[in-house]
């Protein structure tokens, strides 16, 4: 299909070695993309860095200086994924502010340091693609996760800021929420509630919890040229449970 090929073109997907990350990695190479994968955990990345023939970098997003040395040693950008994040489960008025501070760095902080860092590259060659992870629970609300929909919500005036900033330079920006998805994390937080999955499952219009694939599609097909006129959008991945 016209306008799907990413050949050429360098992209950075941040939380690459994890479930949605790792997806995403997967359908941008297949596009054609050099893929670099940046990731606390080096290992995970390396591995996936293997499956995509793409290269792996230790990140730790909450280090301003980390982010920095990355930056300079990644070279040209044209595709910056923002999917990395972070969530711990805490009702808000029990919440411990050290973890605000936390998801506040990995998961709005981190994004826009390394969008000043790379997005002039991109609108100094003309092109060049904005794609940020949110959540629809940042969207909607969700139970237990006040800091984290706050931090995940800061990505949507972000990106349609940046989406009107970088327009005239041939970046796009969007974002891209996704509902109740098997991850890791969200396994991690399934174990200690047993049949939650389940009941969510349950309340989805497709009658069932989102796949990492599901994702991935959504936000490969954002950074081609076939989605070169979509810019300023947020968009849910979610089953039906959420509907805009």
């Known amino acids: 299909m016209d306008g799907m090929d990413l050949s050429g073109r360098t992209a950075v997907v941040t939380g690459g070695a994890g479930g949605i990350g790792r997806a995403i990695c997967a359908d941008l190479a297949g596009l054609g993309a050099r893929v670099v994968i940046a990731d606390r955990d080096l290992p995970a990345a390396r591995d996936a860095a293997k499956e995509t023939g793409g290269t792996a970098h230790r990140v730790d997003l909450a280090d301003h200086a980390d982010i920095d040395r990355f930056c300079a040693a990644v070279g040209p950008v044209d595709v910056l994924v923002h999917n990395a994040g972070i969530s711990i489960v805490e009702p808000f008025t029990e919440s411990d502010p050290a973890n605000w501070d936390l998801m506040w760095q990995v998961n709005l902080r981190a994004p826009m340091q390394l969008t000043r860092a790379l997005l002039p590259g991109m609108t100094g060659r003309g092109w060049g693609r904005l794609v940020f992870v949110s959540s629809d629970g940042a969207r909607a609300g969700s139970g237990g996760e006040g800091a984290y929909a706050a931090t995940k919500s800061g990505l949507f005036g972000l990106a349609k800021t940046l989406a009107r900033e970088a327009a005239r330079g041939g970046v796009t920006s ?50 081609t040229d076939r989605a070169g006129y979509v810019t300023g959008q947020t968009v849910s991945v979610s089953g039906g449970i959420t509907m805009q």
């Open 174 to 223: 969007n974002v891209v929420c996704p509902g109740p998805t098997d991850t890791p994390m969200v396994r991690t937080v399934a174990d200690a509630h047993p049949g939650l999955l389940d009941k969510l499952a349950k309340q989805i219009p497709l009658r069932r919890i989102g796949r990492p694939d599901d994702i991935a599609g959504l936000v490969a097909f954002l950074c």
